[in-house]
């Protein structure tokens, strides 16, 4: 494991990190100014309920970061995987067109690739 000698100081940098990765990839796909600090407010939502649910049930230390991290760095790695897909469908909303309609197939692939790459990283972290 790349992290094995990480303090829970260096998790809660790696959290902080990754919330600012994942609000630069989300902050690629909207168009107004008010998506904008809706995609901001994504990781800190994220992070104020990892907070109070690790609260809540008594979890302390690195557990609830790490899952935190690698949460937010595969939303942003799907996000980089997928560029070419969210761009075609960010430049058809941007010209005023409808997105086209997310099939079946599509979200399996999307959800299978945002899995495989967190349990990579549970792996690899």
């Known amino acids: 494991m790349l992290t094995s000698t990480f303090s829970v100081t260096d998790w809660w940098i790696a959290a902080i990190v990754s919330g600012i990765a994942l609000a630069l990839a989300v902050q690629s796909m909207?168009?107004?100014?008010r998506d904008?600090?809706?995609a901001v407010l994504l990781p800190l939502v994220g992070a104020a309920c990892m907070v109070v649910t690790?609260?809540?049930?008594g979890y302390?230390?690195?557990?609830p970061l790490m899952l935190f991290t690698a949460t937010m760095l595969g939303l942003a790695l799907?996000?980089?995987?997928?560029?070419?897909?969210?761009r075609r469908q960010?430049?058809?909303v941007r010209s005023g067109k409808p997105m086209k309609e997310l099939t079946g197939t599509q979200a399996v692939l999307f959800f299978l690739t945002f899995t495989a790459i967190v349990a990579t990283m549970a792996v690899v972290l």
Do not use: P
């Open 90 to 92: 960010v430049d058809l």
């Open 30 to 33: 909207v168009t107004t100014k």
């Open 60 to 63: 302390e230390g690195k557990t």
């Open 54 to 57: 690790s609260a809540a049930k």
């Open 78 to 86: 799907t996000r980089v995987i997928f560029a070419g897909y969210i």
């Open 36 to 38: 904008k600090l809706k």
